[in-house]
């Protein structure tokens, strides 16, 4: 049982009895997590889950009844009694035997005799006719032969379809007694009944649609599931030939082919939708699926219709080809139509189409259908028809699901820039609708919490602290004290901090200290009193040994976790190392003086380019390369300086080797990059003044007029400034500080050229505006750097020196002017804009501005080689 389905069957109980459903915090997913660990959070999750119902439910006297239940490992989940005086009882149906530990268990038994009978003649409509004494023994000697309630509904469906009751009583018990002698289940006699229901010149059509039917339509924890008849019949329509049709009287409709399938007992319906009846219904189609000729009969000639000749008869090739198929054909008869973005406005809702047709085409293996299913997932109209059909808030957990399956199918690097892209762009029309939709305001808060918990989950710091942000806004004007902290608390513990190095003698509380100290220090000791290893055996070893798991003493619970990867250039990326759940701790051993990790690869700890300075954050580098100059460059970084050297003090805390002073703490960045419409953004109060007193141009040195000089005060922040923080020394030649959000009063004095924005001291411009290497969403540090070879100047646009300064005071890198600098605080963000400045930031981050450029590999060389001396 996965949590989703858990949490609707709690909330079900809930809606049943009328009432409050108590808040499930979902499992933290983190994308780094392997599957074992996923499961490991989702049972955790489950557990408090459970907790919560069992605490609402302890003081009332409740039946809950569960029929049929097929799992064994589902039966502990829904037994929520938690004390023995409690007046809770569960009463459940099941065909599973043992296991039921202090439970009361009554054996029913089979159907005896006469009910097996009376059920037949029920299900046969004869319940009304007298019947002969010829017909009463056939029907005595039919029911002995089904021992499932199931199976005598379907050999009761069978004589009811017969006009010769006599004969159909009596060809049905002749059958049974030849094929059924040698059956020793059931299970077997019910599908061997089944089978022969198929019969006469419609069989492999019926059989066909209902093999279609019960493979196709599922949910995505392939349970059984309602189902329109509008969309079912669109499946029929695509995959059966004319023949079929005039076989099954169907002219006029495939409908009445699910009516059929009713009649014959294999289909459930409640109105106007229809479900596979029974768990071993599905089981039946499983087991035709599973014969390669049975598959080849039902669906090549079929598949042809619809098919090229070669892709029919590749389909029924294998299982999972034949699956991959019937979602392809479903898709493409719901989409056959639109073609066009208006379409969508004109397109029936069935109940269905809206909800599940990016799952269907994700489902297929196709690759054009992952192309459409893309489409789909961008379209405003789509989006907007989906948010109409299921209300937002479903429809933003259908639509995560929907990416979270997109992303798992997008495995080479371009699927994932084209995933990232489509995730931007459908989040971008749903944030859109919650705004203008009109829905209550603490459902707008759970959307914007939904939403920030898919992206804290991948590491996307700035859309999930805006979310946040914007969630904690929509409660606290309705004056929803609960959902304010409860976003607080939400956003603390999973607002999953980056490292960075302080001075020792800080008094910070977030000063990571480890829990298995003496194992590590113990390494370290052991490596040092031996030689150097290779790089090869290094390699080898870090690999296969489990390592030890970096958990904190100084936050319980919580450990070192990678965030997802990023990548400098082609052979070498990095993790940033965050503190996160300690299900998700990185594993590291000492090895050759540096701490490799034990996830694959080669990798090691390291403190970034500024050779151990304070500010410098934590990584977790992975480095494969072939190119020989690459490899002479990185190993001269990661192999030959300082930014690897790192060790485990008695305290358990975490230092460069060669800068004791220094220790690792959990801080969060000061800026992130976030969308140029976002509320969090930074506005320069003096951006205009920047922007119309610019300066020809400006140079390291340069001296500049004091009427061209102006302040980093915020408008959006007041009383605030852009500052001074700690200094970095990346080279001999190359140095400046990191930048910080601080009080008005230390704010630093700027000059703008148009281009590039340079701070300014004693009338000359010493330092000049940049940003991290290798922009992305999580985090962006602002520098103040300073080179004495002006090497960098060279190329300033591949550095981050070139600046668009917005017309609405905002302050966007030129190579991402869709973006802005921005900075997150979930209780305390002051939004100082007009409505005027609102629309104009609105519209100014939908143009896209210029190609978005990223680093040549020239520059890449370049760069290495400046940051190694």
């Known amino acids: 049982m996965t949590y989703d389905v858990y949490v609707d069957f709690l909330e079900s109980i809930c809606n049943q009895l009328d009432l409050e459903v108590p808040t499930f915090n979902e499992p933290i997913v983190l994308a780094a997590d392997s599957s074992s660990i996923r499961r490991q959070k989702e049972q955790a999750a489950m557990e408090a889950a459970k907790y919560a119902m069992c605490r609402l439910l302890s003081d ?291 109940g269905y189409i809206f909800e599940r047709l990016p799952w269907h085409l994700l489902s297929s293996t196709h690759q054009k259908s992952h192309l459409l299913a893309r489409s789909i997932l961008c379209s405003p109209s789509f989006l907007k028809r989906r948010v109409g059909a299921m209300g937002m808030l479903p429809c933003i957990k259908a639509h995560i699901n929907d990416m979270e399956m997109l992303g798992g199918k997008s495995h080479t690097k371009k699927e994932q820039a084209r995933f990232q892209r489509t995730a931007d762009t459908s989040f971008e029309v749903i944030l859109d609708y919650i705004s203008t939709e009109g829905i209550t305001p603490q459902d707008t808060g759970r959307a914007y919490m939904m939403l920030a918990l898919y992206f804290q989950q991948h590491f996307r710091f700035s859309h999930a602290m805006e979310m946040y942000s914007r969630a904690h806004a929509s409660f606290q004007r309705e004056g929803l004290v609960e959902e304010v902290e409860w976003v607080k608390k939400r956003a603390e513990k999973i607002a999953f901090k980056p490292l960075c190095l302080v001075p020792k003698s800080t008094s910070l509380e977030d000063i990571i200290r480890f829990d298995r100290v003496p194992m590590l220090l113990a390494q370290q000791e052991h490596a040092a009193s031996e030689e150097e290893h290779t790089d090869t055996d290094t390699n080898s070893h870090a690999s296969a040994d489990a390592g030890i798991k970096l958990t904190l003493s100084s936050h319980p619970g919580m450990a070192l976790c990678r965030s997802e990867k990023r990548q400098h250039f082609p052979g070498l990326g990095f993790h940033n190392l965050v503190i996160g759940p300690a299900e998700s701790a990185v594993s590291v051993r000492y090895d050759g003086g540096r701490f490799m990790g034990c996830h694959g690869g080669r990798s090691c700890l390291t403190s970034g380019a500024s050779r151990g300075g304070e500010g410098d954050m934590l990584h977790l580098a992975i480095y494969r390369y072939n190119n020989k100059t690459f490899s002479r460059t990185i190993d001269k970084i990661y192999e030959k300086t300082t930014t690897s050297d790192l060790i485990v003090n008695e305290d358990g805390s975490m230092s460069p080797r060669s800068r004791r002073d220094l220790v690792f703490a959990a801080r969060l960045p000061h800026f992130f990059l976030v969308k140029r419409d976002s509320p969090c953004r930074l506005i320069f109060k003096h951006g205009n003044d920047l922007q119309t007193n610019q300066v020809p141009s400006i140079s390291q040195d340069c001296t500049v007029s004091r009427d061209k000089i102006f302040s980093g005060e915020l408008l959006s922040h007041s009383g605030s400034a852009i500052c001074h923080d700690v200094e970095v020394k990346a080279t001999s030649k190359v140095s400046g500080d990191q930048m910080r959000f601080g009080d008005v009063s230390d704010s630093i004095q700027f000059v703008y050229d148009g281009k590039m924005l340079a701070a300014v001291i004693d009338g000359k411009c010493k330092y000049f505006l940049t940003k991290a290497l290798g922009v992305g969403d999580a985090t962006t540090n602002l520098y103040l750097v300073r080179d004495e070879s002006k090497a960098i100047f060279k190329n300033p646009f591949e550095f981050g020196l070139h600046w668009i300064i917005n017309d609405d005071g905002s302050l966007s890198p030129a190579e991402y002017p869709t973006h802005a600098i921005g900075i997150y605080c979930v209780s305390s963000t002051e939004l100082m804009l007009t409505d005027e400045q609102q629309v104009l930031a609105k519209s100014a981050a939908k143009r896209r501005v210029g190609k978005r450029r990223g680093p040549s590999i020239k520059h890449n060389l370049r760069f290495l080689r400046l940051i190694s001396g």
């Open 60 to 350: 009332r006297h409740i039946l809950i009844v569960l029929d049929d239940v097929w799992s064994r490992s589902a039966i502990p989940w829904l037994n929520l009694s938690n004390r023995l005086d409690s007046h809770l009882r569960v009463l459940l149906s099941t065909r599973l035997l043992g296991g039921f530990r202090k439970a009361k268990i009554i054996d029913v038994g089979t159907l005896s005799l006469q009910e097996a009978r009376t059920l037949l003649i029920h299900e046969s409509g004869c319940q009304h006719a007298a019947l002969s004494i010829e017909e009463e023994s056939l029907a005595v000697d039919i029911a002995k032969r089904c021992s499932l309630p199931i199976a005598i509904c379907i050999a009761g469906r069978r004589l009811s379809s017969s006009n010769n009751r006599y004969e159909s009583f009596r060809e049905l018990a002749n059958e049974m007694t030849d094929a059924f002698a040698l059956q020793i289940d059931s299970q077997g006699t019910m599908f061997d009944l089944t089978d022969r229901c198929f019969s006469g010149v419609s069989g492999e059509s019926l059989k066909a649609s209902f093999v279609a039917f019960a493979v196709t339509f599922a949910t995505n924890e392939g349970k059984r599931a309602f189902v329109p008849a509008a969309a079912a019949t669109k499946l029929l329509d695509a995959l059966l030939l004319p023949k079929d049709m005039t076989d099954l009287a169907c002219v006029n409709g495939t409908v009445l082919i699910l009516q059929q399938l009713h009649d014959m007992g294999l289909l459930e319906r409640q109105g106007d939708m229809f479900k596979v009846r029974h768990e071993l219904g599905k089981e039946y189609a499983k087991q035709i699926m599973s014969d390669q000729r049975e598959r080849a009969i039902l669906f090549t000639k079929r598949f042809s219709r619809t098919f090229e000749k070669k892709q029919a008869t590749k389909s029924t090739k294998c299982v999972e080809a034949l699956v991959s198929a019937l979602h392809l054909l479903f898709a493409r008869e719901c989409t056959s139509e639109i073609s066009i973005e208006s379409h969508w406005q004109a397109v029936a809702d069935d």
